[in-house]
């Protein structure tokens, strides 16, 4: 008798589960389309990889890929059988990560561009740890809306319209642009107080490529001066530096309203066109994926951020 007649014998006729680490590493395989980067993801060899799978497709009798000479694709029966696993995988990691975090808190990784997490969350920070020194943030600070966005994220506060797909969205708040320099820089170059003036003064830029950022060709067509072409006096590469430069005199930046607030009430910066902004469609969200497993810490820390939530301007 062989060990699978055996086994199904023992089972009263129900053909036995495959081992965990076979499905595993199908899934892997399936969702890489490659058993050398389903090597690299869990940690082993191809060999380890092609071996299992190879056992998981003699289980069930029947070919789960189409092997091609660099990669693998999921045959139909494969397909169905990925789609039937996936669920109940990812109920065993909850579970796993449940066990392992009971009795102690699970920390709450929070994602943000580098200017909403430098500040905006900063500033904010020491303030929720007064409250809740139990629960500890992991801040993630980057202008890659993919590492934002990441499994190992659990919330993200990113700029858009609101419409993530697979994520819940609340806006936080919206996006109001305006000139801002240090009172020194003002009372050195007083011609900065008009529009015609400002678009020939040191202009300070950002040159990051994430989508944040309006330029200043952009915002001073908005307020109806489209023939400028503004020299930059200096450029940086994160929003923080910009706004640091124009508080050290500088130049003038452009302020994003939320981001730059505390330093207008504390004077380190002004508004030289007064009230003059630009109002766009867009806002700064707080997001959190619907598909992953809600929990306590990660509920606090939601709550008191949707708290922080501006009224419209």
């Known amino acids: 008798m062989t060990d699978r007649q055996d086994a199904k014998r023992k089972s009263g006729g129900r053909p036995s589960l495959p081992p965990l680490d076979y499905l595993l590493a199908f899934e892997a395989a399936a969702e890489e389309e490659s058993f050398a980067r389903a090597s690299e993801r869990l940690h082993l060899s191809e060999t380890a990889i092609s071996r299992k799978v190879r056992l998981l497709e003699q289980h069930h009798g029947t070919a789960l890929f189409l092997r091609g000479s660099r990669s693998v694709r999921l045959t139909p029966q494969g397909q169905r059988f990925l789609a039937d696993i996936k669920p109940a995988l990812r109920r065993l990691r909850e579970a796993s990560r449940r066990i392992a975090s009971e009795g102690r808190p699970r920390p709450v990784t929070l994602a943000a561009t580098n200017s909403v997490a430098v500040l905006w969350l900063m500033p904010r920070l020491q303030a929720f740890r007064r409250i809740n020194p139990q629960i500890r943030i992991l801040l993630v600070a980057s202008d890659n809306d993919e590492e934002c966005l990441s499994d190992s994220v659990d919330l993200a506060i990113l700029r858009g319209s609101g419409e993530w797909p697979g994520f819940a969205s609340r806006q936080l708040f919206g996006e109001t642009v305006f000139p801002v320099c240090s009172p020194v820089y003002l009372a050195a170059h007083p011609e ?119 009224p419209p301007r």
């Open 192 to 310: 900065a107080e008009c529009v015609e003036g400002l678009a020939r003064q040191d202009l300070i830029g950002v040159t990051s490529a994430h989508s944040e950022w309006m330029t200043w060709s952009t915002w001073l067509q908005a307020v109806g001066a489209p023939g400028a072409d503004p020299a930059h006096a200096a450029a940086f590469n994160t929003y923080p530096l910009a706004i640091q430069a124009a508080v050290d005199g500088l130049g003038v930046a452009l302020g994003w309203a939320h981001l730059v607030d505390p330093y207008i009430d504390s004077g380190a910066l002004l508004r030289p066109l007064g009230e003059r902004e630009v109002c766009t469609e867009q806002g700064y969200h707080l997001l959190c994926a619907t598909a992953s497993e809600d929990f306590d810490e990660r509920r606090v820390v939601r709550d008191w951020l949707a708290g922080l939530a501006a």
